[in-house]
């Protein structure tokens, strides 16, 4: 018998200065067994990071073909791809190869490990960003789960700063690898 996943409801208020985005929206987020809630508010995270009206998670951890996150344009195409964690070389290369723009959110404390051996290949793809979240801020997101959330994010000079009605706050600060 296959393990369900635990649903999580996510109202999450965004206001993005960076990119002069403001928006609401109403997200259904699904946890599975062998997935950590923090790994799961990661996606939240980059949710956040990149709020579309396209953007939308993907079936999840049980869905090989697809990744964490995805936004299609009006016609279908593929325009953002985003991966969380250490995704393998020919993941990406795939990724590359279908979507205008890939994105890589890790967030380990030595991302370097997983990211050095495999850089040389993905060098030539233009369209791939690898984006690094401190351990040390992610460990915090385990503070704002609740089934159901109520959350507002705020971007500023590329800083997320999230919070919940109940006085939690996090910062969250993005490095670049690539």
């Not at 325009?79 to 964690?85: D, P, T």
């Not at 040389?120 to 040390?136: E, Q, T």
């Given at each position: 018998m296959a393990l369900k996943s635990?649903?999580?409801k996510a109202e999450l208020?965004?206001?993005?200065?960076?990119?002069n985005y403001y928006a609401t929206h109403s997200l259904t987020?699904?946890?599975?067994?062998s997935e950590s809630e923090t790994r799961m508010m990661i996606g939240?995270?980059?949710?956040a990071l990149n709020a579309h009206e396209r953007l939308a998670f993907s079936r999840g951890l049980g869905e090989t073909e697809e990744?964490?996150?995805?936004?299609?344009?009006?016609?279908?195409?593929?325009?953002?791809?985003i991966e969380l964690g250490h995704p393998d070389e020919r993941r990406l290369a795939k990724a590359c190869g279908r979507s205008r723009s890939v994105l890589v959110y890790t967030y380990s404390a030595s991302p370097e490990l997983w990211w050095d051996p495999i850089?040389?290949?993905?060098?030539?793809?233009r369209n791939l960003a690898v984006?690094?979240?401190?351990?040390?801020q992610t460990r915090g997101l385990e503070a704002l789960v609740q089934r159901s959330m109520s959350l507002s994010a705020s971007i500023q000079d590329g800083e997320l700063w999230l919070r919940d009605g109940e006085g939690h706050e996090l910062r969250i600060v993005t490095e670049t690898i690539k």
């Amino acid at each position: 018998m296959a393990l369900k996943s635990t649903i999580y409801k996510a109202e999450l208020d965004i206001a993005d200065m960076d990119r002069n985005y403001y928006a609401t929206h109403s997200l259904t987020l699904a946890c599975h067994p062998s997935e950590s809630e923090t790994r799961m508010m990661i996606g939240l995270v980059a949710f956040a990071l990149n709020a579309h009206e396209r953007l939308a998670f993907s079936r999840g951890l049980g869905e090989t073909e697809e990744p964490d996150l995805w936004q299609r344009d009006l016609t279908g195409e593929l325009e953002l791809w985003i991966e969380l964690g250490h995704p393998d070389e020919r993941r990406l290369a795939k990724a590359c190869g279908r979507s205008r723009s890939v994105l890589v959110y890790t967030y380990s404390a030595s991302p370097e490990l997983w990211w050095d051996p495999i850089a040389g290949k993905l060098s030539k793809n233009r369209n791939l960003a690898v984006r690094r979240l401190d351990p040390a801020q992610t460990r915090g997101l385990e503070a704002l789960v609740q089934r159901s959330m109520s959350l507002s994010a705020s971007i500023q000079d590329g800083e997320l700063w999230l919070r919940d009605g109940e006085g939690h706050e996090l910062r969250i600060v993005t490095e670049t690898i690539k």
